[in-house]
């Protein structure tokens, strides 16, 4: 059985798009909800148009006794580029109804206000709600994952990617230690969250299996199938007991200082952004997304090459 609906509405932003697509669409499987990013002209760069319509699709297969499982992918070329920093339908400055966190509405405020208040709901609050999902989680990755889609597919209980996936957290160029859902020691180590750090370059699905940020590296013909093969047979647990057991290691992640640490970063992560403003080349130390997409960066090498 496959159902086939497309979010558009949700409360207190208007969902028109430059694209002309529905910026969420949402189907079920035999069990299994798919969620995709819809933006693929803009290699579905998350605006909060997006994000808003990405948690209404969550909170649906949530309520959904039926769902078992929830696979969350993207249209097009790639998974995900990141947060919108310049796309037509950018709407950092448009106003909505916070779902993530109990704060004041960021339009209108100054300075560092403004972004403390954004982020904080957009960013990494949404992100911190959807890891709670009771339900499994799996990312399917293709083509890019950079920067805010790497907080996508880490919020996800499981990753699998295709061969041509690539993973980057470039935006230490802007002079920010990192995105916001600031989970790289723990998903990636120590040393190797500092070099993709340090250089902004990106690795491969195929490093990113050998360090156990993906579950599986499969070809991309075969991603689609393998995936929801996979969160089929997820979905013959009990789900109750599904539930426990992702909150079960949820816990031990948050015991190993992963909360707390995100806390700390994501004052730093503001910090960066107010000494950009200070000293007068703007919030994203003076990098834009052209900017960004043409800054130098190297894939590397995986160790069996």
Same mark, same amino acid.
């Given at each position: 059985?496959?159902?086939?609906?497309?979010?558009?509405?949700?409360?207190? %932003?208007?969902?028109?798009?430059?694209?002309?697509?529905?910026?969420?669409?949402?189907?079920?499987?035999?069990?299994?909800?798919?969620?995709?990013?819809?933006?693929?002209?803009?290699?579905?760069?998350?605006?909060?148009?997006?994000?808003?319509?990405?948690?209404?699709?969550?909170?649906?297969?949530?309520?959904?006794?039926?769902?078992?499982?929830?696979?969350?992918?993207?249209?097009?070329?790639?998974?995900?580029?990141?947060?919108?920093?310049?796309?037509?339908?950018?709407?950092?400055?448009?106003?909505?109804?916070?779902?993530?966190?109990?704060?004041?509405?960021?339009?209108?405020?100054?300075?560092?206000?403004?972004?403390?208040?954004?982020?904080?709901?957009?960013?990494?609050?949404?992100?911190?709600?959807?890891?709670?999902?009771?339900?499994?989680?799996?990312?399917?990755?293709?083509?890019?994952?950079?920067?805010?889609?790497?907080?996508?597919?880490?919020?996800?209980?499981?990753?699998?990617?295709?061969?041509?996936?690539?993973?980057?957290?470039?935006?230490?160029?802007?002079?920010?230690?990192?995105?916001?859902?600031?989970?790289?020691?723990?998903?990636?180590?120590?040393?190797?969250?500092?070099? %993709?750090?340090?250089?902004?370059?990106?690795?491969?699905?195929?490093?990113?299996?050998?360090?156990?940020?993906?579950?599986?590296? %499969?070809?991309?013909?075969?991603?689609?199938?393998?995936?929801?093969?996979?969160?089929?047979?997820?979905?013959?647990?009990?789900?109750?007991?599904?539930?426990?057991?992702?909150?079960?290691?949820?816990?031990?992640?948050?015991?190993?200082?992963?909360?707390?640490?995100?806390?700390?970063?994501?004052?730093?992560?503001?910090?960066?952004?107010?000494?950009?403003?200070?000293?007068?080349?703007?919030?994203?130390?003076? /990098?834009?997304?052209?900017? /960004?997409?043409?800054?130098?960066?190297?894939?590397?090498?995986?160790?069996?090459?």
């Amino acid at each position: 059985m496959m159902i086939r609906t497309a979010m558009r509405m949700t409360e207190g %932003i208007d969902m028109d798009t430059p694209d002309g697509d529905d910026v969420v669409t949402y189907e079920v499987i035999t069990g299994v909800a798919l969620v995709t990013m819809n933006r693929p002209r803009y290699r579905n760069a998350q605006n909060s148009v997006m994000t808003y319509a990405l948690d209404a699709a969550f909170q649906r297969a949530v309520a959904d006794d039926d769902v078992k499982v929830i696979v969350l992918a993207g249209a097009g070329e790639h998974f995900s580029a990141g947060h919108d920093i310049g796309t037509p339908g950018r709407d950092h400055d448009v106003s909505y109804d916070n779902r993530a966190v109990l704060w004041w509405d960021h339009v209108d405020k100054p300075g560092g206000d403004q972004r403390f208040a954004r982020e904080m709901e957009v960013y990494l609050g949404m992100c911190r709600r959807w890891r709670e999902i009771p339900k499994p989680t799996i990312a399917m990755v293709h083509g890019a994952c950079v920067a805010g889609g790497l907080m996508l597919a880490w919020v996800c209980d499981l990753i699998v990617a295709a061969e041509d996936a690539f993973f980057s957290d470039p935006v230490v160029r802007m002079g920010i230690p990192g995105v916001e859902y600031f989970a790289h020691p723990w998903v990636l180590g120590p040393r190797f969250a500092k070099e %993709i750090l340090y250089t902004g370059d990106r690795f491969s699905a195929r490093r990113a299996y050998e360090i156990g940020m993906v579950s599986r590296v %499969i070809p991309r013909s075969q991603l689609r199938h393998e995936t929801l093969s996979l969160a089929t047979r997820i979905a013959t647990m009990p789900p109750f007991g599904l539930a426990l057991t992702k909150r079960a290691v949820n816990q031990c992640e948050d015991h190993m200082g992963l909360r707390n640490g995100m806390d700390a970063v994501f004052g730093l992560h503001h910090f960066a952004h107010a000494h950009n403003a200070e000293i007068g080349i703007g919030s994203l130390g003076g /990098m834009d997304a052209k900017a /960004m997409a043409a800054a130098p960066s190297h894939q590397e090498s995986t160790s069996d090459a």
